[in-house]
Nanobody, 125 residues
Framework: VQLQASGGGLVQAGGSVTLTCSAS????????VNWLRQAPGKEREVVAA????????YYPDSVKGRFTISRDKAKNTVFLQMGSLQPRDAAVYYC???????????????????WGQGTQVTVSS
C-alpha cells in the first residue's frame, strides 16, 4: 500500500483546510488510519484516528470539536477536515495506516505499517 497525503498549504487563523490521504497499490479498508502531525522541535502526535470500519473515531483534546476524520472505502481515501485553525496547529501532517493489533488501540501512536509522505500546514496569525 502506498499512501499519498495532500491538501496542506497556507491558511489564515480561524480558517479551514481538508487533508486527503489516498491509498494505492491495494485496498486499505482493513486498516486503521491515523493522522499525525509534527511541528519543529516537538514530538509527533496523533491528531485523529479512525478504525478500519469507519465507525469509531478518536481525537485528542487539543483538536476535539475542530477536526473531523472520515473515510471513503470505495475511494480508498481518508480525509481530515480541520477547522478553526490556529498557529499552534501548524505542522507537517502525516497519514499512517496499520492493521488491527490485539491489545493496541487503533488511535495509539506507535508502529504503523504504512506512511504517507507528509503535507505542510502553515497557519498565519
Amino acid at each position: 500500500v502506498q499512501l499519498q497525503a495532500s491538501g496542506g498549504g497556507l491558511v489564515q487563523a480561524g480558517g479551514s483546510v481538508t487533508l486527503t490521504c489516498s491509498a494505492s497499490g491495494r485496498t486499505f479498508e482493513t486498516y486503521a488510519v491515523n493522522w499525525l502531525r509534527q511541528a519543529p522541535g516537538k514530538e509527533r502526535e496523533v491528531v485523529a484516528a479512525i478504525n478500519w470500519d469507519g465507525d469509531r473515531t478518536y481525537y485528542p483534546d487539543s483538536v476535539k470539536g475542530r477536526f473531523t476524520i472520515s473515510r471513503d472505502k470505495a475511494k480508498n481515501t481518508v480525509f481530515l477536515q480541520m477547522g478553526s485553525l490556529q498557529p499552534r496547529d501548524a505542522a507537517v501532517y502525516y497519514c499512517a495506516a496499520r492493521t488491527t493489533i490485539p491489545g493496541v488501540a487503533y488511535w495509539a501512536n506507535g508502529k504503523y505499517d504504512y506512511w504517507g509522505q507528509g503535507t505542510q500546514v502553515t497557519v498565519s496569525s
